[in-house]
């Protein structure tokens, strides 16, 4: 198993401008989660899903907006960047749904660059 | 909602010695504390977790112990090595005890520095 993936890898964008950040798990996890890292701040939860189908916000979403048509894909996109949303983005997954199956497993992270 | 503090934001300690990073939560509802491991320029990974019906945890060099009465858990290093210098982050969620369980939001502390001196 590739477990989490996630592209790009690294991006630079300019103010104003879109993107989307890709994240794909082949462990069929129920559970999806994005954050993002900012320096001494740990992690925030911008969104999360509990299946396909199925989306909901967590601490920090303004900016952002996701969606999850298919159990493996959990797409983040950034509508109009902005320099606040420079930092490093994670994608993790979990099975979520039977005890003793919390464990996230973390992709390698997107690291975005807003100028 | 939950919060997570993390004591101290960076520890050093010489190669051999102990290391002992302590977090605080505020949900006494939450059942679910595990440990992510941080190197530098690496995504997250788990390192040991406990849930709350137990007291302590040990996998080799490593221990986590809880105390549910004044809600803090701590993670206990022994004979330091060099690699385990890295980011250690802290987190606690209600996660699941049955099949029915809610989500597993996790909250995350601020993460500690933890440098191991050769």
């Known amino acids: 198993n590739a477990g989490v993936t996630q592209t790009p890898k690294f991006r630079i964008l300019k103010i104003g401008q879109s993107m989307t950040l890709q994240c794909t798990q082949d462990m069929n996890h129920n559970y999806m989660y994005w954050y993002r890292q900012d320096p001494g701040m740990g992690l925030k939860l911008i969104y999360y899903?509990?299946?396909?189908?199925?989306?909901d916000k967590g601490e920090v979403p303004n900016g952002y907006n996701v969606s999850r048509s298919t159990t493996e894909d959990f797409p983040l996109r950034l509508e109009l960047a902005a320099p606040s949303q420079t930092s490093v983005y994670f994608c993790?997954?979990?099975?979520?749904?039977?005890?003793?199956?919390?464990?996230?497993?973390f992709g390698p992270g997107t690291r975005l660059l807003v100028l | 909602g939950e919060n997570v503090e993390q004591h101290p934001s960076t520890l050093s300690v010489q190669e051999g010695d102990s290391a002992v990073i302590k977090c605080t939560y505020s949900?006494?509802?939450?059942?679910?504390f595990p440990w992510y491991k941080q190197e530098l320029g690496k995504r997250p990974q788990l390192i040991i977790d406990i849930r709350s019906n137990v007291g302590e945890k040990k996998d080799q060099r490593i221990a986590v112990t809880l105390n549910k009465t004044a809600k803090h858990f701590s993670l206990h290093i022994t004979e330091t090595q060099p690699e385990d210098s890295a980011v250690y982050f802290c987190?606690?969620?209600?996660?699941?005890?049955?099949?029915?369980?809610?989500?597993?939001?996790?909250?995350f502390g601020k993460g500690i520095t933890l440098s191991v001196r050769p």
């Open positions: 987190a606690a969620t209600l996660g699941h005890l049955n099949y029915t369980g809610a989500n597993s939001k996790l909250t």
């Open positions: 949900d006494s509802a939450s059942n679910y």
């Open positions: 993790a997954s979990s099975y979520g749904r039977w005890g003793g199956r919390e464990t996230q497993y």
């Open positions: 899903s509990v299946g396909a189908g199925i989306t």
